[in-house]
């Protein structure tokens, strides 16, 4: 099993869900978060005090997988959140030792 | 005996005068949403407070000292409407309930004192700033109100025109806020670190509100609902229109882009500068000002970053720089047309209404600013006056109030309940 870990842009979210769901996955957490990378960050002026905003706004994907679909959603999410931009984000592959779905105690990859 | 009351115009007091009640809270919110999310209830409480302490000081003597038999043109007798019971018998010949004069009046008191809270925000002691408000409200708020607007008070009686406040409110509580900022300080971390407002919905709420309430504040200094009062009606929309107009005009040229807190400071600026005039100019007269206003504000606002005083809010940049605005260009605009009835230097009075407006702003402005400055030493000297920098940097909403702001997640910060009243929680982990 495999934990996906993708940093998207927020707007992008709905497409990458989409995609996910059209190839069959059944579930992911998603957060807000914040970051900086070669993008950088922006700047606001506030009564003609320039600030520089370094922490970008941006979504954060965790999916959980079985390895042999790897390919295939990792191929799904750049697609999606692709949009050729700086900022378009990351994505990583983490090894999962075990999962557990709280409600009946499947384990493995019957938990996913 | 018939009674003389006029009941028009005691209806249309009231209701100003619970407008300008409304101007406290909505001041509230218009600061509560400039500072970081981890100070917003000190500022609301800050602005709240000066409401409590100073109007249970008005009832008391601060009426008397203000609107009390002149003594020496500076202030009123404190004794003579000593908390106030003298006044509720009804006076057949009044045409006004004293009474509703008495607590319109005490809504310029609370919430002048209020505005001096802007440019002390995140790092004053709760308790340091009642105390503040309280003594600068007694030693210069009543006795320069007294000196501005009652009848043997020396401004007064010079011929300065000070319509609603502008050198009794604006200027007055400007120059009591720099002398704070600077016996205080700057926050910890100013001005590098980054100190962007929270909240600019907050801000945006606040400025309607203070607007609305402002038709109260000055429309009501009119004191009757006549054709004055709509005339000043009138003047203080145009003048505020202008000013924000003004204010992005400004942001557009220097910064790129019109912002929110422009649109919102802008309205405060313009309003601020035709609070005094509103009785004195032509409509295009108060878009003058009210230009003006918007304009010199958004480029004065930048001085404490040239001068290093950290007036976090603007109250010297917007109250200060606006109040004195509005005071002078009186004496140029003032056309005798409206209703104060003098002419300005371009409506060919001369130049001698604006040498009485420029003595009395500013002897108000040095007054009030060497007092609060002694006032400020000596509360600092006894360590009231502003909390730790670790208090600081954590959030004096916390470490002030015991509370936090906002709490959006469901997890509620997690925790359980202990018990009632302080050292409940000390209290339980020593059992364990």
Redesign the interface.
Known sequence: MKLVTAIIKPFKLEDVKSALEAIGVRGMTVSESSGFGRQGGHT??????????DLVPKVRLEILIDSERLDEVLDAITKAAHTGKIGDGKVWVTAVEEVIRVRTGERGVDAL | MESALNTGDTAWMLTATAMVLLMIPGLALFYGGMVRSKSVLNMLMMVMGSLFVVGVLWVLFGYSMTFGTDIGGVVGDPTQFLGLESLMADDPEATLPVMAFVAFQGMFACLTVGLIAGAIPDRTKFNGWLIFGGIWAVLVYFPVAHSVWASGGWIFEMGVIDFAGGTAVHINAGAAALALAIVIGKRAGWPKTPMRPHNLTLVMIGAGLLWFGWFGFNAGSALAANNASAVVFLNTFAATCAAAIGWLVVEKLRDGHMTTLGAASGIVAGLVGITPACSAVSPIGALIVGVLAGVICALAVSMKYRFGYDDSLDVVGVHLVGGLLGTLLIGFLATDLAPAGVNGLFYGGGAQQLGKQAIGAFSVLAYSFVVALIIGLILKAAGIMRISREDELSGIDLAEHAESAYELGDSGGSGHFVGIGAGSVRRDREEI
């Open positions: 606001e002026v506030y009564r003609g005090a320039e600030y520089t905003v």
